[in-house]
């Protein structure tokens, strides 16, 4: 891996006098499984914004697939996907309209479309439930869908934004099996999450303090830097030094 797929260069949001992304420089290769942590207050759902498309940055530089954060917003919606905590899915809506309307918002072709459900479908093992509403699914059950929805367009990267709260240990990690697959696939997986066993199975994790990226690294060499044995306490180590809250 050697193609970066997001670059920052001192990307900065301020609201008024309060400065909520702090100059924070980072680069995220093709394929690789990022972690993005920070304490609440620590400016990363800002940050996220902005990699999005959906924030325009204050100063600094950033290209996400290739496209710039400030002129090229729409292009970079289209190239990434996106699945929040809540899951993205619409419970009134049945699993094959739910896959439905999302490949058309992520602007699949009918032909594409009816493809993609098939196979997706047959991947997850819902061929059964094609036609249940999304409401009455387990809650592992929407997770995967949700982000299978979030990639069926084959993205550059996907934005999880702490996508396995709320869920037993057993199907987090089911939902990372699906993360992994996603990355040998090819596609970039940025994540926020507060569970530190997931960030020892990202490639590389970023923590932000106060806005600001204060480690970034391996999570083995991260522990090695604050000689410690858990990611749990890399965090603590550093969130203690926080000056702003929630």
């Known amino acids: 891996m050697n193609e970066n797929v997001i670059s920052c260069n001192a990307l900065t949001k301020r609201f008024g006098d309060f400065t909520a992304v702090d100059s924070i420089t980072f680069d995220v290769e093709k394929g690789e499984i990022f972690g993005f942590l920070g304490a609440n207050g620590a400016g990363k759902t800002t940050a996220m914004r902005m990699l999005c498309g959906l924030s325009i940055p204050t100063s600094g530089e950033a290209t996400i697939a290739g496209f710039n954060v400030y002129k090229e917003t729409e292009k970079i919606k289209k190239n990434i996907g996106y699945m929040s905590q809540k899951f993205s899915l619409y419970d009134d809506l049945t699993v094959q309209e739910n896959i439905t309307f999302f ?38 059950w929407k997770q995967k869908l949700a982000f299978s929805t979030a990639i069926i367009h084959k993205p550059e990267i996907v934005f999880l934004d702490e996508p396995t709260g709320g869920v037993d240990p057993v199907t987090r990690r089911q939902f990372w099996d699906l993360i992994y697959e996603a990355s040998g696939n090819g596609i970039t997986v940025f994540v926020t999450t507060h569970y530190m066993d997931e960030a020892e199975y990202c490639n590389r994790v970023s923590i932000m303090v106060d806005g600001r990226v204060e480690a970034l690294d391996t999570p083995t060499n991260l522990k090695k830097q604050f000689n410690v044995s858990t990611m749990d306490e890399v965090f603590y180590h550093l969130a203690r030094e926080a000056k702003r809250g929630e």
């Open 103 to 140: 490949a058309g918002i992520y602007g699949l072709s009918d032909k594409s479309i009816k493809e993609n459900s098939a196979s997706l479908l047959k991947q997850l093992g819902m061929e059964d439930q094609a036609n249940k509403r999304v409401g009455s699914l387990p809650l592992g």
